[in-house]
């Protein structure tokens, strides 16, 4: 279970703070990400992170804006994000997957989305 929260409305060039609860425990290595979906297109890629170390993977559009990272203690994963544009504007979701693969963007477990909205 993965819950997300922390969206909400920023003026252009702000910075906002995602954060997503993860509930069930798991074992073995696995994977979780960021996704966005903003009115009208495809979901997208926006960033991963290997739940056991630190590796990280990002899309192309949100690498030296945003930053992944998680909290294993307190089972939460977050998402820092600075330097907004409105064409960051989305539904954002936080996701997880069994395995070690950063790459691949197949997910098992989905959380509700949290809006970000980005004004110019």
């Known amino acids: 279970q993965l819950q997300a929260c922390g969206g909400g409305l920023v003026q252009a060039g702000g910075s906002l703070r995602l954060s997503c609860a993860v509930s069930a425990r798991t074992f073995g290595p696995y994977v979780m990400a960021w996704f966005r979906q903003a009115p009208g297109n495809e979901r997208e890629f926006v960033a991963a992170?290997?739940?056991?170390?630190?590796?990280?993977y990002y899309a192309d559009s949100v690498k030296g804006r945003f930053t992944i990272s998680k909290d294993n203690g307190k089972n939460t994963l977050y998402l820092q994000m600075n330097s907004l544009k409105p064409e960051d504007t989305a539904l954002y979701y936080c996701a997880a997957k069994f395995g070690s693969d950063l790459f691949g963007e197949e997910y098992d477990f989905w959380g509700q989305g949290t809006l970000v909205t980005v004004s110019s």
């Open positions: 992170i290997r739940w056991y170390g630190t590796s990280t």
